[in-house]
C-alpha cells in the first residue's frame, strides 16, 4: 500500500476560554461536582498556548497510521477515504528532539474528494507543568494547504473544563519524501510567542487569504478573543439541502470500514462512510452550492439505523465563504426530524453552539441516496 509522502511542520495557536478555578485537577465525580458548584464564582479567562506538533507517517516508527480506506482511496488525488490514527508527539520547540509537553491523540480522515482537506477529531493530551493530566478536544477542518487553518475546541478536562477556543494551524515545515509533520502552538510565554512569530516568518506553504471579511492567522485571532467582551451573542439561521449519493459512478459518501458482520446486521452495524456531499440552496441536484459536508458517518446503533455523525460543513457560497461549523451528533435516519448539536466552528463561526435539524426529503433505497434538508440555527459571535 502506497502511504502520501509528506514531512511536515505546522505552527498552531490556541486561544481558548477557560473557566478558572484552582484545584480543576482533582478529579474523581465528587471533585468534579464540587467545581460545578464553584461555577457561579469562577471567572471565564482567555489562555494562550503554543507548540508543535510533530506528525510522523513514514520510517520505522510513524506516529500516524492508517486504519482504513476506500477501494478508491489511492486512486484519488486527495486520497479520499483515508483515514489514520494518530499519537503524535507536541513539543516546546520545532525540533525533534524538543522537549515534549504532550500529544495529539485522535483520527485524522481525508475528507474531500479533491483537495487535501482532513477531518481532525483528537484530543490534545498534556504531559507537563500545570496542565499535565489535561485536555483539549478538537473537532475541525484542516485544508492543510491552506496558510491558517482554524479548528475549533470544543471542550476540555481537568484545567481545561469547559474550554471553548479556536487552534491555529500554520505549516512551517513541508518534506515532500517523508510525510512527517510538526505543528506549533501557542502557550502563555513570551518567549514561546517571539518562537511562534519566528516561524510562522519562514512558513512554506503559499498564502491563500479566504473568508475576506475575517481576518484570519493568530494574531486576528487573538484581537478577535480580546474584543470578545465587547462582542454580543446573535443567532444565524441557516437552510441548505445535504446531498449523500451513495449509489452510482460519483459516489460523495465513500464506505472506508466495516466489520465482517455489517453486511448481517439488519442496521449496517459498523459501516464507516467519508463524505464529501455538497449542501444546496435548493433539493434538485443541479441546484446552487452553498458548501460541503465533510467528515464521518458511522453506523452505531443495534436496534435501528442510527448514525454517529462527526463532521465539518465547509462553507464556499458569497455569505460564509471560507467558514466552517463543526457537528458532533446521533442521526437516527428513520426518524422525521433529528437533531445534532453544532459543537463549535471557526471564521464567523468561531464559538459557535447550537443546533442542526435533519429532515429527509428523498430517499432512494435501491441506492440509498439521499437528499436531507438541513435548519441550522447557531449563537455566535
Ligand atoms: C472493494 O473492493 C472489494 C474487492 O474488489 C469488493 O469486494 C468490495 O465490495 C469493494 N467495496 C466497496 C465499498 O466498493
Ligand atoms: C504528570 O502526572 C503524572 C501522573 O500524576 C506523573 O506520573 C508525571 O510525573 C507528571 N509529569 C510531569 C512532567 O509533571
Ligand atoms: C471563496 O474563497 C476562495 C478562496 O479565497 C475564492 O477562490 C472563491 O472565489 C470564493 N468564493 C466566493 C463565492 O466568494
Ligand atoms: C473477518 O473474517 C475474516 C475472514 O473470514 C477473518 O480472517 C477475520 O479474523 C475476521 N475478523 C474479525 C474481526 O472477526
Ligand atoms: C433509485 O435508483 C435506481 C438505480 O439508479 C433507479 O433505477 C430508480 O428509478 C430510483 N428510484 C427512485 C424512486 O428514484
Redesign the pocket.
Known sequence: MRTPNLILVLSYSILISLLVSADALQKGPKNVEKWFKKLPNTKEKVTKLHFYFHDVVSGKNPTSISVARANSTFTSPSYFGLVSIIDNPLTLGSGPKSKVVGRAQGITGSASSDELCLLMTLNFVFMDGKYNESTLSIVGYNPINYEYREMPIVGGSGVFRLARGIATANTAKFNAKTGNAVVEYNVMDKEMDKLCTILMLFSIVSV?????NIAQGPEAVEDWFKNLPNAKEKVTKLHFYFHDIVGGKNPSAITVAQSNSTFQSPTFFGLIRMMDNALTVGPEPDSKIVGRAQGIYGSASFEEIGLLMTLNYVF???KY??STISVLGHNPILHKYREMPIVGGSGIFRLARGIATAQTIWFNLTTQDAVVEYNVIVLHY
Open positions: 491563500i487569504t479566504h473568508a475576506k464556499t457560497g458569497d465563504n471560507g
